[in-house]
């Protein structure tokens, strides 16, 4: 059983910068894909970012040129850096992995103050 794990949310004034992490059990994270959704309060869970097998990256619009994914093999872990950080981000930010199966992480809350 897949697991995943995130880490690196908090509170942070608009305009500051935090690093998310998504740890993947087993040493597994270069061989699928990992994809970083966000959920705000009262909204639809929406797509964030993609890091394929391959190294591909994409982004939603209202992420690009302020987030950027990345992935340490050695580390089992998927980042995602995001900078310019607005009150808008706010939300719980989850990794998903797709090997075969389907994996989700719990989540870590964002809050951004403006």
């Known amino acids: 059983q897949v697991q995943l794990m995130e880490s690196g949310g908090g509170l942070v004034q608009a305009g500051g910068s935090l690093r998310l992490s998504c740890v993947v059990s087993?040493?597994?994270?270069?061989?699928?894909?990992l994809m970083w959704y966000r959920q705000a309060p009262g909204d639809q869970r929406k797509w964030v970012a993609t890091i394929t097998s391959g190294g591909s990256r994409a982004y939603a619009d209202s992420v690009r040129g302020r987030f950027s994914i990345s992935r340490d093999n050695a580390k089992n872990t998927v980042y995602l850096q995001m900078n310019s950080l607005k009150p808008e981000d706010t939300a719980v930010y989850s990794c998903k992995f797709d090997i075969d199966h389907i994996y989700w992480g719990q989540g870590t809350q964002v809050t951004v103050s403006s």
């Open positions: 087993g040493d597994i994270v270069s061989r699928g894909v």
